[in-house]
DNA sequence: ATTCTGACTTGGG
DNA sequence: CCCCAAGCCAGAA
């Protein structure tokens, strides 16, 4: 099913994920746990791709940086999105080996660690 | 109110 | 490395 961008507008978790992507750096990515945990909903992974799912066309967040824990673009349902936002992160730079790209490597680490 | 589904994660085998 | 079950939230029927 497709987002709605009334229901991002007024769901505070959503503008909680929409923050946290919006942080991510240029040639770096987070997977969705991750952006669940910073926003302060951890194990609401699930919630983060469903809220991007929704997210309004005018926003401008680098929701290509968000990719599974298994260090590879998840595949849409109903799109081919996935293809693009593979095009959009090797064109920042990041080096897919296959379907995956290192994690350890390109993985955003928010303020030292 | 109940059921199903989705751009997910994690732990175990 | 792969596959499976459980947990998770929100919206649609």
Request: hydrophobic share 40%; proline share 0%.
């Given at each position: 099913m497709n987002g709605r961008n009334p229901t991002a507008e007024r769901s505070p978790r959503w503008q909680a994920f929409y923050e946290v992507v919006a942080q991510i750096p240029h040639g770096m990515v987070a997977t969705y746990g991750q952006v669940a945990s910073l926003a302060g909903y951890p194990g609401c992974a699930r919630q983060v791709g469903y809220a991007l799912a929704g997210m309004p066309e005018g926003l401008d967040l680098p929701w290509h940086r968000v990719i599974n824990a298994r260090g590879q673009v998840s595949p849409r349902t109903w799109t081919?999105?996935?293809?693009?936002?593979?095009?959009?992160?090797?064109?920042?730079?990041?080096?897919?080996?296959?379907?995956?790209?290192?994690?350890?490597?390109y993985r955003w680490q928010p303020e030292g660690s």
């Open positions: 081919k999105l996935h293809e693009f936002q593979q095009v959009l992160l090797e064109r920042e730079g990041v080096a897919f080996k296959g379907v995956r790209l290192d994690l350890k490597r």
